[in-house]
């Protein structure tokens, strides 16, 4: 069941079991398919698909043609880019292997799992299964074949990373009296990379 004050467009395609929070608008020509549980004010954008069973926390965006392929699993304040992909075949194939057409009992779907506030850009493709990482940002036609960490920000194909990023998507920057933290430009939060090669935010 849909909340009251979620807005469809009429050429909009929704499951009627859809189940799709308050403020949430899905858009032209998108389509929400059966069994989704989306959070409050999310956005689906034109032409988008948001596979069987997909959940999705509060404050997502779903930009115009990205392919949302259940079982995905988005946190809130996750933004999926224009056009891009989250796969769920391991190893896809057409036809088994004596030749006779897959169905869906041939293959069991993989997921991709991306955590609050990940950002994946324009027209990247995400290959399940792994994990996004919290606040990590994924650059655009990026192809992400294994698990991000938190706020890495990571490009190319495949992705690897190239530096970290803040709640607020800009790349930090190193503090000049300890190499160990990592400073946001736009809000003065301040970050450790740890001995694994992980970031934490700082008290």
Request: hydrophobic fraction near 40%.
């Amino acid at each position: 069941m849909s909340d009251s004050t979620a807005f469809f467009h009429p050429t909009a395609d929704v499951a009627e079991n859809a189940a799709v929070g308050n403020g949430s608008k899905i858009w032209h020509y998108a389509q929400v398919r059966e069994d989704v549980v989306m959070g409050q004010n999310c956005i689906v954008g034109r032409g988008a698909y948001v596979g069987t069973g997909v959940e999705m926390g509060d404050n997502c965006k779903v930009q115009n043609y990205a392919l949302v392929y259940e079982p995905a699993r988005l946190g809130n304040g996750v933004f999926i880019g224009p056009a891009v992909v989250l796969t769920n075949d391991h190893f896809p194939r057409a036809i088994n292997a004596d030749g006779s057409p897959k169905s869906a009992a041939d293959w069991h779907p993989v997921g991709v799992e991306i955590r609050e506030g990940a950002s994946i850009g324009a027209s990247a493709t995400c290959v399940a299964p792994i994990t996004i990482g919290r606040w990590a940002l994924v650059g655009s036609g990026a192809v992400v074949v294994k698990d991000v960490p938190d706020f890495a920000l990571v490009v190319g194909s495949p992705a690897r990373r190239i530096g970290w990023v803040g709640k607020a998507g800009q790349p930090l920057t190193v503090d000049p009296h300890d190499p160990a933290i990592y400073i946001c430009p736009a809000t003065g939060e301040r970050y450790r990379q740890t001995n694994d090669h992980e970031l934490i935010e700082v008290a």
